[in-house]
């Protein structure tokens, strides 16, 4: 099964600080792409940041960056300056050639004063 | 900018009754999917279609469960008879090529609840 693994089910940060949620997944496909999904309140998935695989670049997308570690097959999210807004579910999931996404099962970011 | 939307935003049925949840991709994507969120759980794919046709879906996707587009526009999922366990967030979502460096865009999403 390809399965996509989130170890932390809640995680907290103070505000401006850096926070690091972990993923990893299991895959057979040499081309694939990894994503972190955002889920507020609200519900709407919007998507922070994604990966090609056969990128070896880390992506970056403002205070958001990964560090994506395909041997090891990892992709982590870096926050950095944490801000309020940034309080929601975060999903990692993954598509293969077949497209479709398979997400982990989440992790909720709490962000303090 | 483009998006998809999905009507309604919350249904509430009867268990035993038919559903249609509906969604408008965003015009020029060609690859649609529907995915499944019960409350406090992961997202999960149920279903893809590509040229008229069912291109994959998931164990979850059983007899009570069809996809169409019947207009060139439109996008639905048909629940035949609900069940207590089709409660849940289901989302629509649609990209332009199958090549993933373009996003796939959800939807908002509609709840259901089963009475």
């Known amino acids: 099964a390809q399965t996509v693994t989130q170890s932390q089910p809640e995680m907290s940060v103070q505000e401006a600080e850096t926070v690091t949620l972990s993923c990893t997944y299991d895959?057979?496909?040499?081309?694939?792409?990894l994503f972190w999904y955002k889920q507020p309140p609200s519900r709407q998935m919007i998507l922070v940041i994604r990966?090609?695989?056969?990128?070896?670049q880390n992506a970056t997308e403002n205070r958001f960056s990964v560090n994506f570690q395909k041997a090891a097959k990892s992709f982590s999210l870096k926050i950095s300056d944490s801000q309020l807004g940034d309080a929601a579910m975060y999903f990692c999931?993954?598509?293969?050639?077949?497209?479709?996404?398979?997400f982990g099962t989440g992790t909720r970011l709490q962000v303090t004063l | 900018e483009p998006e998809v939307t999905q009507t309604p935003s919350h249904q509430v049925t009867q268990m035993g009754q038919e559903v249609i949840l509906r969604c408008v991709p965003i015009?020029?994507?060609?690859?649609f999917y529907w995915y499944r969120q019960i409350l406090g759980q992961k997202v999960e794919f149920l279903v893809s279609?590509?040229?008229?046709?069912?291109?994959?879906k998931s164990e979850i996707f059983d007899d009570q469960f069809s996809v169409e587009r019947p207009d060139g526009s439109n996008f639905t999922l048909k629940i035949r008879s609900t069940k207590l366990e089709d409660s849940a967030m289901y989302f629509c979502?649609?990209?332009?090529?199958?090549?993933?460096?373009?996003?796939?865009?959800f939807g908002p999403g509609t709840r259901l609840t089963v009475t």
């Open positions: 999931a993954r598509a293969g050639t077949a497209s479709k996404l398979t």
């Open positions: 895959t057979s496909e040499s081309d694939y792409y």
């Open positions: 990966q090609e695989a056969y990128k070896q």
């Open positions: 015009s020029n994507h060609l690859y």
């Open positions: 279609f590509y040229n008229n046709e069912i291109s994959e």
């Open positions: 979502a649609s990209i332009r090529h199958r090549d993933f460096s373009y996003e796939q865009y």
